[in-house]
């Protein structure tokens, strides 16, 4: 990501990377101390349309206003076809998403109950 925001004209010296983080709450808590170090509260948070709400929560959850900028969003606008009865491996992918942002989402709601 930074080589591409580098490429868009991004300085490198304006950038804030964190680069150990697995998941999207490790990102949150290891991005907060950088961010509290030098007195940032409000983020703009760029992820994918289909990830934002959970990482939105995570951010928010650790005391940042955020701004949330989705982008992939997924839309196929075509004429239907008898095809579209039939398997396809691209819907599966788009399940397998969906049912992953589910279960993050639930796992995360859970953990927040934790005391």
């Known amino acids: 990501m930074a080589e591409l925001l580098e490429f868009m004209g991004v300085p490198a010296e304006n950038m804030l990377l964190e680069p150990a983080s697995s998941n999207t709450w490790e990102n949150g808590a290891k991005t907060l ?22 990482a939105q929560a995570v951010f928010e959850r650790l005391g940042l206003e955020v701004i949330p900028a989705a982008t992939g969003y997924q839309l196929v606008k075509r004429a239907d076809s008898v095809l579209d009865w039939l398997p396809q491996a691209d819907a599966l ?16 709601a859970a953990r927040a109950k934790r005391p």
């Open 33 to 54: 101390p950088l961010l509290q170090a030098r007195g940032i509260r409000r983020i703009l948070l760029v992820t994918s349309a289909y990830h934002m709400r959970r």
């Open 93 to 108: 992918e788009m399940s397998t998403r969906g049912l992953k942002e589910h279960l993050g989402w639930a796992v995360y």
